[in-house]
């Protein structure tokens, strides 16, 4: 399996994936300049166990609330790209099919649609939501989890230079939380996957899987769809979802991990489900609020700059039927054709 990894073509593939739309950017760039001596160098550094990950660039994002970005360099994206190829098909095969992120043919669109599905077919709902997430998963459970999969020990070593160096990156955004039997040390175990990683996204989605045939073969939730860390549980019967919510709290500390309790409580579906961006009822779903506002804001900057030469037609254009194809899978006609009339008067003043 690491000779596989560790070969020409897995390697050539794992650039292009990498280097996908972002040709034009530096990194990519440097690296696809001497692309056969930088494919040979990282090639001859996996052969030989050798091969060390770089520090990571960290930023900020602030939508739709405030999350440290961190961003490995490009030759170790095209190694998490060489791994992620070939460890991928194996978890895959084991994921429930209403798990809806980082999976080829689901995505958020479809996360929605089955979420209305269920809101027509139940009357309760509890949405739920874990509390910082990407920072609280532990390496030792993840470590154990993955390499349950493949036996080859340079495949696992690999792996443990990449949990490696994503160790402390997050540090700073963990609250410390004590579990039962948790000594004075448990801070310190190592956690955190940096946001970014094309790893950490495939492996979050490893990390809950065990959870996910929990709450579908243990509680045997009919209505069940999880969106990276979002879940949702469908039933009729509203006690069912309070026994079940505190089942899973308890299942949760097992993997070191918690939800936002305030936010967790049953709803009928009928008032709505917020859920990915929307507010999901049984006969049409609705924009968040805040979603709405942030793009305003953010379209009227794009103007602004526009009319003022720093950004083509072309890049205006890009953002704004990015953010339509999005928002068209909710009742959104009039708020586009509100927002973008009044925006361009607003502008032409």
């Not at 994002?61 to 190694?79: G, W």
């Not at 995505?107 to 874990?130: I, K, M, N, S, W």
């Not at 505190?246 to 049953?266: K, S």
Request: with cysteine; net charge positive; hydrophobic share 40%.
């Amino acid at each position: 399996m690491y000779d596989q990894l560790c070969s020409w073509d897995n390697l050539l593939w794992a650039y292009r994936r990498a280097s996908k739309g972002k040709r034009g950017q530096s990194p990519a760039a440097l690296f696809e300049h001497r692309l056969e001596d930088n494919l040979l160098q990282l090639q001859r550094e996996l052969q030989t166990q050798t091969y060390r990950p770089g520090a990571y660039h960290s930023f900020y994002i602030h939508e739709p609330k405030r999350r440290l970005i961190s961003a490995a360099p490009f030759r170790d994206r095209v190694a998490h790209h060489a791994l992620c190829q070939l460890i991928e098909p194996r978890f895959e095969r084991s994921f429930i099919a209403d798990s809806y992120a980082n999976r080829v043919g689901k995505g958020t669109h479809r996360a929605l649609d089955r979420c209305q599905e269920f809101a027509r077919r139940f009357r309760y709902v509890l949405p739920c939501d874990v509390k910082q997430f990407f920072p609280s998963i532990d390496h030792a459970i993840l470590r154990e989890t993955l390499t349950r999969k493949f036996e080859d020990d340079a495949v696992r070593w690999l792996v443990d230079q990449i949990l490696a160096s994503g160790v402390g990156v997050l540090a700073e955004e963990y609250t410390p939380v004590y579990f039962p039997g948790d000594d004075l040390f448990a801070v310190n175990r190592p956690r955190g996957l940096p946001i970014g990683n094309l790893t950490s996204q495939f492996w979050a989605n490893c990390y809950l899987n065990p959870f996910d045939h929990f709450v579908k073969r243990d509680l045997r939730c009919a209505g069940y769809l999880r969106y990276v860390d979002d879940f949702l549980l469908f039933a009729d019967d509203k006690h069912a979802l309070w026994e079940w919510r505190a089942a899973l709290v308890e299942r949760l500390a097992r993997v070191r991990l918690t939800i936002h309790t305030h936010a967790a409580q049953v709803r009928p579906t009928e008032t709505g489900i917020p859920f990915l961006g929307f507010t999901v009822f049984p006969t049409h779903r609705l924009l968040k609020r805040r979603k709405g506002i942030a793009f305003q804001r953010k379209w009227r900057g794009l103007l602004c700059a526009y009319i003022q030469g720093k950004i083509s037609l072309a890049q205006l254009n890009a953002c704004t039927q990015g953010w339509v194809n999005h928002v068209r899978y909710g009742d959104t006609w009039g708020l586009r054709r509100a927002l973008f009339r009044t925006t361009i008067a607003d502008s032409q003043e």
